[in-house]
């Protein structure tokens, strides 16, 4: 059983988001954006079936507030509502809260908190109950929401939580540790082998005690202290001294975790390496606390839902790449959030869920292959979803799905069932954002290109804010040093500049953007390949308008073309000089050009110190570059 669905409203940072899960999810993003409240969400949702967690709980401080004016006592309180679906049937004997779900073929359940202050009770009050497909709570739920079925869920839901701050020490010291101490209460060793153990135990200390005198010494005058302290009329007491446990419980308490990196090393204690390796273990341990504590329920090997904070904490980019390979192989359902662009880079984009803070709140963003809305009801869905492979209709709750983009005629196909003007007026706007949603559907051919070619960036592209989309290296390196040179740190714009022709194709990219909610601009070659280019974007549906606002070319053709149009002839010539080329002088304009095209980036990187150190931009060098620049840099100031 896993987590299909979660709709969150008024939690933290999150005013409304609805967020469909796989068996990996993997959410990225800026510090504060929302990508813990998603994973508490989760805990919250359940944790009434995990009573025993009195940690994860609801507080008044988690009620979305629009400003630092409103009262969590007088706005809408917190909802959560889990949607979970049993694909490996799994489920058995929990009554009547796990439903078919529109196809027939699964069981599914779903279960809403709610969080929020009650003016009768003048109190903050939780509740759960379970909802019914379409959303209504079922009879009989109330607000115990039935503790017989609430066990069967946890069994049927055993979810395990990795949080971000981890501390070796406390959890491989302390008898409050999240897991270790768990994993050592659940060792079983049998009666006669432990009586066994006890028996050595006893001689061996035996033993040590009798190998120097000073420790009979110590133990004699030691003594004195139960002759003293004896009570009246009974006999004195012993003393002695203890250098091994001598109970088996004492010993297993005592285990501590050693590592040695090769058979010429010495074992030292995980407390003694360094903090990747100790971050690195915890994640073992979460690994070996979930396998080996995970039972079977009724001859079923149940699959758990991990929820990981960051992952990667501390680990050098080698290691975190690496440790994806290793979540592979993880059973169950996997969803985590991360800051590292090294341990995204080999996970498929699909995946990924972009997490951004709006002025609307936490937004998230996603490639899904499907797109759906609820319609008014119609008879003729039904019949058309079956004619059409493209459509489904689920009729218990009247949700259209379209996989891949609507198309116009499909459209026109939906929207002509709807004869009544009043609900087809109606109809006709759901399914024009329907469309327009749909518009943002990325192709599995261009995602596979985007994953093969630029496997080097992905990491960084992700996790920006804006992307600059340019031709090649030689863009790359002056457009840093152009913006530089303007008073503008592309980092702390949250600016990747992506080299397109190195790394797929600028459309391919562009379309990334724009089905991501990515801002971006992009600056081409003003010579038939850079047409080329513009021909491939317009075609993902942009309007002239967009193409306008969003696309720049230079003027003059090519960037070498643009350097020497806007006066900079005489620095190039001094590049190539120094660049060992004879006769710099004597070249002409044609010439230069084509010294500067043989060695793009050398001369690049030579112009780029230029840039940085000598050249103030004026609004008359390198325009295209320049707007592109302060068009995404002024946006986020704005």
Known sequence: ?????????????????????????????????????????????????????????????????????????????????????????????????????????????????????????????????????????????????????????????????????????DELISQSSQFWAQLINEVKIPQNIESEIVHKLSRINQEVLEADPLLSRIISILSGTTEIGAIQGQDNGKVSLRTLPSAISELLNKIRVVLQYDSSSPWLPILSQGEGIQSLLLVFMFQAFVECLLNEANGIQLQPILLIEEPETHLHPHAARTLWSHFLQLSGQKIISTHSPYFIQHIPIRSLRLVRLSESGTVVNSLPKTFSAQVPASSHLSDLSNQIPSLSFEATANKLTVRGALDEITFRQILSGYTDSRIRDQAQEILINLKDLSSRYVD??????????????????????????????????????????????????????????????????????????????????????????????????????????????????????????????????????????????????????????KRKTSYAIEFAKHLREKVKPTNDILIAFQTAITNLCERHES
């Open 1 to 169: 059983m896993k987590i299909a669905h979660i709709d969150i409203e008024n939690f933290r940072s999150i005013r409304k988001l609805s967020l469909d899960l796989g068996d990996t999810t993997v959410f990225i993003g800026p510090n504060n954006a929302g990508k813990t409240a998603i994973l508490d969400a989760i805990r919250l949702s359940l944790s009434e079936v995990y009573q025993q967690n009195k940690e994860i709980r609801f507080k008044p401080d988690d009620i979305h507030l629009k400003d630092n004016r409103s009262d969590p006592k007088r706005v809408a309180g917190s909802r959560i509502t889990l949607t979970a679906i049993d694909e490996e049937s799994e489920i058995q004997d929990i009554g009547d809260f796990a439903q078919l779900d529109a196809s027939g073929q699964h069981q599914l359940i779903k279960i809403r908190s709610e969080y929020g202050w009650s003016n009768q009770q003048n109190t903050y009050l939780e509740k759960w109950e379970f909802l019914g497909i379409e959303g209504f709570p079922l009879p009989d739920t109330g607000s115990a929401v039935n503790r017989m079925n609430l066990e069967k869920l946890r069994q049927y839901l055993p979810l395990f939580y990795l949080g971000a701050m981890r501390n070796v020490k």
């Open 444 to 597: 599995d051919r261009v995602l596979q290109s985007v994953e093969t070619f630029a496997q080097r960036i992905r990491g960084e592209i992700f996790f920006a804010t804006q992307w600059l989309i340019v031709e090649g290296q030689t863009d790359y390196i002056v457009v840093h040093a152009l913006a530089h040179s303007m008073g503008y740190n592309l980092d702390r714009f949250g600016v990747s500049v992506i080299d397109a022709q190195n790394s797929g194709k600028p459309s391919f990219f562009v379309q990334l953007a724009h089905s991501l909610n990515i801002p971006w601009q992009a600056v081409f070659d003003g010579d038939e390949g850079g047409k080329k280019y513009l021909q491939q974007i317009k075609k993902i549906g942009l309007t002239d308008r967009q193409m306008d606002r969003l696309c720049h070319t230079h003027d003059a053709g090519d960037l070498e073309s643009q350097l020497i149009a806007d006066g900079f002839q005489e620095e190039l010539r001094m590049i190539l000089q120094d660049l060992r080329i004879s006769n710099v002088k004597d070249l002409s304009e044609s010439e230069l050009l084509l010294h500067l095209k």
